[in-house]
């Protein structure tokens, strides 16, 4: 289990919990279990679940979740797991699915293409390679005589020569939405008439991850009061995105690039697919640092947001971890997913606060059966 600052708490000095949907929280938590049990392949690798975890995955699955009432999903917790606070401030963001405007075909107004998985790519989940800047990258380029060398970076995939250029899937207007796809891990794209494709994550170069909202507020371009996902875009695009522009230039500063596949699975219908390999649930998935944290933990969160309008209001859920980030990183860190489209996304883009941070452990994995 994670090596962090723990406090250890009752349940009974968690107030907002015994208020909280417990059994929607358990419906999720039994999507988590069914993939943990299931030795699937997650599609970013995290901490792996330990037999403590698995013990309260397989008494999970033997539960029915449609009927399960509220006191009985909080004995099910109660029973089952262990609180612990965490030390220090947290922090949360939010993300959630675009719905974006794009083609089959480019045409006027529809250039940018949607990377897929290029052949070459090889994700490296045991041992990194090192860059030129000596950072530790997790996924590489296989050479033609059977080597490793590092993936080309953000710039050098837009704008190097064609063999370079990933498949295109499909494309969208410009630069910035497909930005946005990539920050946000996933995406479904709607073409006129109304068909949708969905987009799931495909793999990243493995390069670092850099943040553009925090480039433009050092660079005393968008006050820190002001930032959102809405400003950040319209920042973006008066600076031009053509190649060599200073919004491509800034775009590119954030090395790592992210791609897709087109995804029909019935799993898909349900929600974007996480790193665990699960649909995602709106308001109750997180994504978390997968260095220190297993997939399916449930985390109790509670903090002041901007989460069902643009006012803040109190914020109290239990969350299951299910997803991870380039960007979250730290064991009190956390990316909440708002769910699909505009609405959500606005929400979302306004969403860096504190919060307050309890891990649900399973009493196995910490000396407490």
């Known amino acids: 289990m994670a090596s962090v600052d723990l406090d250890p708490v009752g349940f009974d000095s968690i107030d907002a919990i015994f208020r909280d949907d417990l059994g929607a929280a358990f419906r999720v938590f039994r999507r988590s279990a069914e993939i943990i049990l299931s030795a699937a392949q997650p599609l970013r690798a995290a901490l792996p679940a330990d037999e403590a975890l698995a013990r309260v995955c397989r008494i999970a699955a033997g539960m029915d979740a449609a009927r399960l009432s509220q006191d009985a999903a909080l004995d099910f917790f109660a029973a089952n797991f262990r609180p612990f606070r965490l030390r220090g401030p947290g922090f949360v963001t939010a993300y959630y699915e675009p719905v974006i405007e794009a083609r089959e075909a480019p045409e006027a107004g529809f250039r940018t293409p949607v990377p897929a998985r290029p052949a070459d790519l090889v994700t490296l989940n045991e041992r990194p390679i090192r860059g030129e800047a000596g950072e530790a990258l997790t996924s590489a380029r296989r050479r033609d005589d059977g080597g490793l060398e590092p993936y080309p970076d953000r710039r050098a995939l837009e704008e190097g020569p064609p063999e370079l250029r990933p498949r295109p ?71 031009g995105q053509e190649d060599g522009a200073p919004g491509a230039r800034l775009m590119q500063e954030n090395r790592s690039y992210v791609f897709f596949r087109a995804d029909s699975s019935p799993e898909r219908r349900d929600g974007p697919i996480g790193g665990e390999g699960c649909a995602l649930a709106p308001l109750r998935s997180i994504a978390v640092d ?24 109190p914020f109290a859920r239990l969350m299951i971890a299910q997803d991870t980030g380039s960007a979250i990183l730290g064991p009190a860190r956390a990316d909440l997913f708002f769910g699909a489209g505009d609405e959500a996304g606005a929400l979302a883009g306004l969403v860096r606060h504190n919060a307050d941070f309890t891990v649900l452990l399973p009493r196995g994995a910490v000396g407490d059966e």
């Open 169 to 239: 899937i499909a494309y969208v207007r410009d630069r910035v939405e497909l930005f946005l796809i990539q920050v946000q891990g996933s995406a479904r794209l709607r073409y006129p008439g109304g068909r949708d494709l969905p987009l799931t994550y495909d793999g990243r170069n493995g390069r670092p991850y850099t943040s553009i909202g925090r480039l433009l507020i050092e660079r005393g371009l968008v006050p820190q009061n002001e930032m959102s996902l809405e400003r950040l875009k319209t920042e973006i695009r008066a600076l």
């Open 290 to 313: 997968r260095s220190l944290w297993s997939y399916g933990l449930p985390f109790f969160i509670t903090a002041t947001l901007p989460w069902r309008s643009a006012a803040a209001e």
